[in-house]
């Protein structure tokens, strides 16, 4: 079964150790499981429990943003529903591959 | 402490057991005149000015332990002279050449003035004098046999232990286990590394971003807590006045979703004792401990693109602080080594270590898996940093890399109308 890691009991998502889908286990702080919305890949992160738009996505026990849309237990927290409360930009990239979308090359 | 610090904090709570016998590990390096003692006994080569870059390579071409580094501009620039000079009396250097066009500001002869005063065999040569590439590339060639043999008889070998080392870290190419497991094994290690005397260092202060509170906790005094409130608010104000943050879409792609994210995973490398203060590019540590490097420049002189523009140059940052080897953590994976200070590379990634193995030298990605503990980790690197340090070649080194950069700066300047030469 795949993975993720939660580091601090107050997270409310956890880091993924593989590219995963359907039920993953939950490490770092005792043993868990969620079943995952759809497939996530090593790295990204997966929300721990509903969390409401405006809410801040805690990881390490810190703020790293905030929900900028409803999210719910087992989908994917990334650039389309998680923003920084400092770098504005991040949210015009490409959610999968990162790859800036206002940048004219012509 | 706050949630964040906590989870750090399990990394490695007490020196172990095993740490008082590695605490007590020698190895023999090479004594310098101002004391500090090196890892390795190169001869640098040094380029004022782009110009002079062939031939300055050309030189160093198929020769041990003779390494270049250079800055490209005509147009000379006092933040970069005194990098060169950090870099010409680092303890990892027994002698050094200069070697100038001829036209540039910046001046190769003063570059070896200061060398030897510092103890070093030093010498110095304009290629317009000489003649042309091939008679300066042979005498460059003549001169580095010279200074090779001197430095090679006469530099006093001398025992070391992990409290005469200094070892920065850097991170680069970071993804979501960087800062579960790459920087969490080298924060456990710089531990261990300040427990036993040693001096650990760190920058990128703009990847801090968020984290103002969490830092200052950290700070051993008033004065170093005041240290690190200015630079880490120097940093915000650059990150704002060029909407510029020191995160990629590597990263993004990787599963980091914010710079905030990032710069927990980033600061992890600190390990968990307090912070002594923070010094400047060029500068070295003021005592043992852990220290944050801000590289960060003046705000007037602050332009898009000046702080962070490349991983190499946060490394060369690193050295000029006195690093005698550095340590750099990438999740993604990455082929950069460094010149003067041995790179050893880590990955968090036990998917990126076995597809890159040969240009990495640590896989702490066992943590993720359970195979190993981060106090394991931690001692596993101090392992590896001494075997290094004993003259073990990292992956990089083995490989021959030796990327540099050096760029037009400004730190501590008095005012815009100084100009850059200031």
Not at chain 2, 113 to 135: C, D, H, L, M, N
Not at chain 2, 164 to 183: H, I, Q, R
Not at chain 2, 330 to 349: H, W
Request: hydrophobic fraction near 40%.
């Amino acid at each position: 079964m795949p993975r993720c890691f939660q580091v601090n009991a107050q997270d409310n998502v956890a880091t993924m150790l593989e590219d995963g889908a359907g039920m993953v286990d939950v490490l770092g702080q005792g043993p868990g499981r969620i079943e995952l919305a759809e497939q996530i890949a090593l790295g990204h992160k997966v929300a721990l429990r509903d969390i409401r738009s405006g809410e801040p996505i805690l990881k390490f026990g810190v703020a790293i943003g905030r929900a900028t849309h409803d999210i719910r237990a087992g989908q994917w927290v990334h650039l389309h529903n998680c923003s920084s409360n400092f770098d504005e930009r991040s949210q015009s990239l490409d959610v999968h591959s990162g790859a800036t979308t206002d940048t004219r090359y012509e | 402490m706050s949630a964040a610090s906590r989870w750090m904090y399990t990394a490695a709570r007490q020196p172990t057991q095993g740490m008082s016998e590695l605490a007590k590990t020698t190895w023999s390096g090479f004594l310098r005149s101002d004391g500090r003692k090196g890892v390795r006994n190169l001869v640098l080569v040094i380029y004022t000015v782009e110009c002079a870059q062939h031939v300055a390579h050309a030189i160093a071409a198929g020769e041990d332990d003779v390494h270049v580094i250079g800055f490209p501009g005509c147009y000379d620039n006092a933040y970069a002279i005194r990098l060169m000079l950090a870099l010409a009396r680092h303890p990892n250097i027994g002698a050094v050449l200069a070697v100038g066009l001829g036209c540039e500001y910046t001046q190769p002869g003063k570059l070896a003035e200061v060398a030897r005063s510092s103890g070093r065999p030093a010498e110095s040569f304009y290629i317009q004098e000489k003649g042309g590439t091939r008679t300066s590339v042979a005498t460059g060639k003549e001169i580095i046999r010279r200074i090779r043999e001197q430095i090679q008889c006469e530099t006093p070998r001398v025992p070391m232990t992990l409290a005469d080392l200094t070892v920065g870290c850097e991170c680069g190419g970071s993804d979501g286990t960087s800062g579960l497991a790459g920087n969490p094994a080298v924060g456990a290690f710089f531990d261990l590394l300040v427990d036993a005397g040693g001096r650990a260092v760190f920058e990128e202060t703009v990847e801090m971003i968020g984290l103002r509170d969490y830092m200052l906790e950290r700070a051993a005094s008033p004065e170093a807590a005041e240290q690190l409130a200015a630079a880490y608010d120097k940093a915000e104000r650059y990150c704002q006045s060029v909407r510029q943050y020191s995160v990629a879409p590597g990263n993004f792609a990787g599963g980091l979703t914010t710079i905030e994210e990032k710069s927990l995973g980033a600061f992890a490398k600190s390990g968990t004792r307090s912070i002594q203060g923070v010094i400047r590019v060029a500068e070295l540590p003021r005592g043992p401990g852990l220290w944050i490097l801000d590289s960060v420049p003046d705000e007037h002189f602050m332009q898009f693109g000046y702080t962070n523009p490349n991983d190499t140059e946060g490394i060369m940052d690193l050295i000029s602080a006195g690093s005698q080897i550095v340590l750099f953590v990438t999740g993604r994976g990455s082929v950069i080594g460094s010149p003067i200070a041995p790179l050893i590379k880590i990955t968090g990634n036990s998917a990126t270590f076995s597809r890159m193995q040969e240009d990495m030298d640590f896989n702490a990605g066992r943590v993720l898996t359970g195979e190993l503990s981060l106090e394991q980790a931690g001692r596993e690197l101090a392992e590896l940093v001494v075997g290094v340090a004993s003259g073990g070649k990292s992956k990089p080194e083995g490989l021959g890399h030796r990327e540099y950069f050096i760029m037009y700066k400004h730190q501590d300047t008095p005012s815009l109308a100084a100009g850059c030469r200031a």
